[in-house]
């Protein structure tokens, strides 16, 4: 697979940013300790950090400079994790059991809070100040699509242009100063930071489709977490907006989505599911996130042809396919 083979060949400095993200949490008090680290030895896929590091081969590449904007990212994410565990009740996250199930919501948000203050700490290594007006900027929506999530919960009177604005703050942001960051990090020229803000938002648009898509048509152990995740919280995703405006199924998808909000969600979504995946709006859904991918590719149209290029290409192409 290709993605394992740009893994393999970041090996050492993936594996040197993980180190830093480890060191970076690192605190004296035993339980601060212990919940910042339970996530980030759950693992993940650290795709921002891969994004900065391949983006800043378009500058001056130097890890241990880079790793100032690496680790404050992946942090960020993972800050926005354990809080999103809180609001949505989840109990498992990539097969293991969340900050707040396995020790409580008051827990978790202070737990959220610390790291999200690491992430600042990190970042202040550099001194370059668009840096932090960027991540200062992006932080501000960050939290604003979060409450839109919320505002939104189980209402199903939405436009796809609040959905597509909701997953923009939500999380194509963050991975889209990722690439911008990396850039500016290594002093890239202006044009190439921009090209690359616009490769990382619609690959970010089209990872959080994918998501989207693969909560309604995954396994529970492909997922790390029960199928049907999104409706049971009250999220109202793209697949189910597309079936939502077909009138042959609105009006029973509406009782199956009053049925599952009256009961806070705790309940069999079996029915829901089977809705879903009985027409075409999960491949109505995949075929916007297609478009998503083939305008991240445009985007590096005009950068240098290296290594870094065709990876980023590659990754964007395993993001549209993803299964998992």
């Known amino acids: 697979m290709k993605l394992m083979d740009i893994y393999a060949r970041m090996k050492k400095d993936i594996a040197y940013v993980e180190r830093e993200l480890e060191g970076s949490v ?25 994004f900065v590091l391949l983006s800043s081969q378009f500058g001056r590449y130097d890890v241990q400079r880079i790793k100032h904007i690496a680790v404050p990212l992946e942090l960020i994410h993972m800050a926005t994790l354990v809080h999103d565990d809180v609001i949505d009740d989840a109990d498992t996250r990539r097969g293991q059991l969340t900050v707040r199930s396995k020790w409580d919501n008051r827990i978790a948000m202070y737990t959220g809070d610390y790291i999200f203050a690491k992430a600042l700490t990190v970042a202040t290594e550099l001194s370059n100040p668009r840096i932090h007006q960027i991540l200062s900027s992006a932080i501000v929506e960050l939290t604003i699509g979060e409450i839109e999530q919320i505002r939104y919960f189980f ?26 960051l990396g850039a500016v990090a290594s002093e890239a020229d202006e044009d190439v930071s921009e090209k690359l803000y616009q490769f990382g938002y619609n690959v970010g648009m089209a990872f ?21 995740s999104d409706i049971r919280q009250g999220n109202i995703t793209l697949p189910v907006l597309y079936a939502l405006a077909d009138p042959s199924i609105r009006g029973e998808l509406l009782a199956e989505i009053e049925r599952i909000r009256l009961v806070d969600g705790q309940t069999d979504v079996t029915p829901f599911l089977r809705m879903i995946r ?43 396919d993803r299964s998992y």
């Open 26 to 50: 690192y605190t004296e008090h035993a339980m601060l300790k212990e919940t910042s680290l339970h996530l980030l030895k759950a693992g993940g896929k650290r795709i921002r950090p891969v």
């Open 155 to 180: 209402r199903t009177d939405q436009t796809l242009r609040h959905y597509l604005l909701r997953i923009k703050r939500k999380t194509a942001l963050l991975i889209a100063i990722s690439c911008q």
């Open 208 to 228: 959080q489709i994918r998501d989207d898509i693969l909560d309604l048509t995954g396994t529970e152990k492909e997922l790390g977490k029960p199928p049907g």
């Open 278 to 320: 009985s027409g075409t709006y999960v491949q109505q859904a995949d075929q916007l996130s297609s478009r998503y991918i083939d305008r991240a590719i445009e985007a590096l149209s005009g950068l240098p042809s290296n290594r870094a290029k065709r990876d980023l290409v590659d990754i964007a192409h395993f993001i549209g």
